[in-house]
């Protein structure tokens, strides 16, 4: 079992910035992808970003220049800086986290971006 404790949500103005932080408590050599997925009221859960064990990215296009995920592999724990938020990027952001066999989800964080 993989317990993953997710920080760093919270109110933010449009065109400010935010950096989220998930730690997981497993053996390193056993995490494979790491990932950010986000999910608003009303739709359905969405991946945002995703980074593998080699350092590779993807991200949802609606976030690609302004989001960055990065990975601490000897921490075991995954980040997500988000910088010039918008009001649609208001969500709940939940860390997930791979390995050979299983999927973890964390508990989620609130970012809600308002003036």
């Known amino acids: 079992q993989v317990r993953l404790v997710e920080s760093g949500g919270g109110l933010v103005q449009p065109g400010g910035s935010l950096r989220l932080s998930c730690a997981a408590s497993a053996n390193s050599a056993s995490i494979n992808d790491m990932a950010w997925y986000r999910q608003a009221p009303g739709k359905q859960r969405e991946l945002v970003a995703l980074?593998?064990?080699?350092?590779?990215?993807n991200y949802i296009d609606s976030v690609k220049g302004r989001f960055t995920i990065s990975r601490d592999n000897a921490k075991n724990t995954v980040f997500l800086q988000m910088n010039s938020l918008k009001p649609e990027d208001t969500a709940a952001y939940y860390c997930?986290?791979?390995?050979?066999?299983?999927?973890?989800w964390g508990q989620g964080t609130q970012v809600t971006v308002s003036s």
């Open positions: 997930n986290v791979r390995t050979t066999f299983f999927q973890y």
């Open positions: 980074i593998t064990r080699g350092g590779s990215t």
